[in-house]
């Protein structure tokens, strides 16, 4: 059996490169840059007004002038009108370029204005106050953006701003949920009294739209030959194909030889952890790759957050994330030579520590527990005994 890491390595390995596509920039978020984006002009474009109010020039407050005459008025987006004498002034709102011949801005609150004239209430003025400079942020030309880079809210701005309608993205890998077992009935269902509802291959499919991805669900029967005959399909029409439940040591537990009929090499078959332990992954000559993950619904969810998404990260080519650490806030002790997944609820203390509470539940079928968690701390299995305010990594799920 292999351990967490070594299973960690193969199946990174064995990410893919799914290419890009063109999509239209306001539908991007989520998304993976596939190109450099530049931008057409400085940012600012033009020296900009950041307070609505008057602009003068700095000779004027040195010469001790405090009155001035308003030449004219500009609003965001006008052509500038300049003063012609120093005891001129411009009023001026936020976001217009700043004329030529004056450099200062003094906002409304700090000026009265009455018949056309102008006068300062305050003597603390510097020299080019309240301007945002042309090309302070970037110069025209710059490469602000590069691919690999995540499209957030703010990178959508800044592509919006530099005029990009259209965005170059990696290409999504499609994916087809499968669940097995005779046991399962559809969630609109009426289980009988031994049956169970589906709630994994759902539970997956929205793992997998929080990062973005629209996944297929589809169920097989407990029937080898129906069983081979889907599989193959999904071989033909899915670039991955994850797989719930049916890959252990049960009599019914069809799906690892299904799949070695069909050519698909396995990679490796069980991890040494908990949940998960049955965790089988492999590929084929196509370049399918298969995560058959253990049919208890903890074991899923675990083994989708820590291995598939990274692979998926990896994949759409992204930096791997930073591991996060967490202090464990109570005593747990844990015998089996296993890497183990608690289940803990975070909080940040005063002192700006994150704390991992254990909230344990029933083993990994209990997954009411999983609602009242927010991630997985990842116990080190060559020990057992683990004591609060050791730091451990933690596999987040929720947003804190
Ligand atoms: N003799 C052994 N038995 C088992 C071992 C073992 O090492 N030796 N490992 C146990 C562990 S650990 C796990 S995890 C399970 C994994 O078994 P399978 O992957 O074959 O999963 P199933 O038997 O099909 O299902 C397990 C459990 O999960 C329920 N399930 C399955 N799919 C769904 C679904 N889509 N939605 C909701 N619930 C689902 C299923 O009804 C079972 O209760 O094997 C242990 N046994
Ligand atoms: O891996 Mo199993 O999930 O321990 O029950």
Redesign the pocket.
Known sequence: MITVQQAEQIILENAADYGAEIVLFDEALGRVLAENIKTDRDLPAFNRVTMDGIAINFKAVEQGINMFTIKATQAAGDIPTDIEGIDECIEIMTGAALPDLVDTVIRYEDVEIKDGKATLLTSEIKKGQNQHLKGADKKQGEIILTPGQLITPAVISLVASVGETELRVKRIPRVVIL???D??VEVGATPSAYQ??????YMLQAILAQQGLKALVKHIPDEPEIIKQQLGLCLQNFDVILL???????KF?YIPQALKELQVAQLFHKVQQ?????FWFGKHSNGVVVFA?????I?SFMCTQRYFIPWLNASLGLSPKKTMYAVLADDFSFQPQLEYYLQVKLHFNEQGQLLAAPVEGNG??DFANLADTDAFMELPLEKSEFKKGEVYPIWLFNQL
Do not use: T, Y
């Not at 169970?196 to 291959?201: G, K, L, Q, V």
């Not at 908990?274 to 049955?278: A, D, I, L, S, T």
């Open positions: 669940s097995s077992g046991e399962l169970i509802r589906r709630s994994n291959s719930s439940g049916g890959i252990s040591m049960g537990d908990r949940p998960g332990k049955p993950f253990p049919g208890n619904p074991a990994s079928g």
